[in-house]
C-alpha cells in the first residue's frame, strides 16, 4: 500500500505546467509540524513536502492553492530520478490521488476549544485523527 495523508500549509505559490500530451500538472510545496514533548515543554519539528496535483482544472485550483493555504492531501510516495552532469539524483515526491481538502484558517492551529486538559499546553489539532476524516 502506498497512501499517505498529510495536512499542512502551502510554503510557496504554485508553479503550473503543461506536458507535450496537454496535460496539466500543479506543483507545490506544504509544510506540516508534528509536535514533539521535549522534558515538559511542546516544540513543533516541521516536515516539508514537494507534491504534484494532476487536473483538468488548473486555474480553479490556482486560486485556491495559495502560499499558506492550508490543505489535507491524500497522495502516493513517487521518487523522482534524473542525472545532472554526470551526477545521479533522487527524492521522494508525492502525487495526490484526491483533489487537495482545502481548510480554513483555523483548522491547522490547536483543537477545538473543551479538547485540551486541563493545565496542558494545547496540542495541534489533525483531522486525521478524526474517525472520519472526509466528507
Not at 41 to 46: A, G, K, L, T, V
Not at 60 to 82: F, M, P, S
Request: hydrophobic share 25%; aromatic share 10%.
Amino acid at each position: 500500500m502506498n497512501d499517505f495523508f498529510v495536512d499542512g500549509n502551502l510554503t510557496r505559490e504554485p508553479e503550473l505546467r503543461t506536458t507535450n500530451s496537454g496535460k496539466t500538472v500543479i506543483s507545490f510545496s506544504i509544510a506540516h509540524n508534528k509536535r514533539v514533548k521535549k522534558g515538559d515543554n511542546w516544540e513543533d519539528q516541521p516536515h516539508f513536502y514537494d507534491v504534484e496535483y494532476w487536473t483538468e482544472k488548473p486555474q480553479y485550483w490556482l486560486q485556491k492553492l495559495t502560499k499558506g493555504a492550508g490543505v489535507t492531501l491524500h497522495c502516493e510516495a513517487l521518487q523522482d530520478r534524473w542525472e545532472k552532469e554526470g551526477v545521479k539524483h533522487s527524492r521522494i515526491k508525492f502525487s495526490c490521488v484526491e483533489p487537495p481538502k482545502l481548510l480554513s484558517r483555523g483548522d491547522l492551529s490547536t483543537k477545538p476549544s473543551g479538547q485540551s486538559e486541563p493545565g496542558q499546553d494545547a496540542v495541534p489539532y489533525n483531522p486525521m485523527d478524526d474517525d472520519i476524516p472526509f466528507n
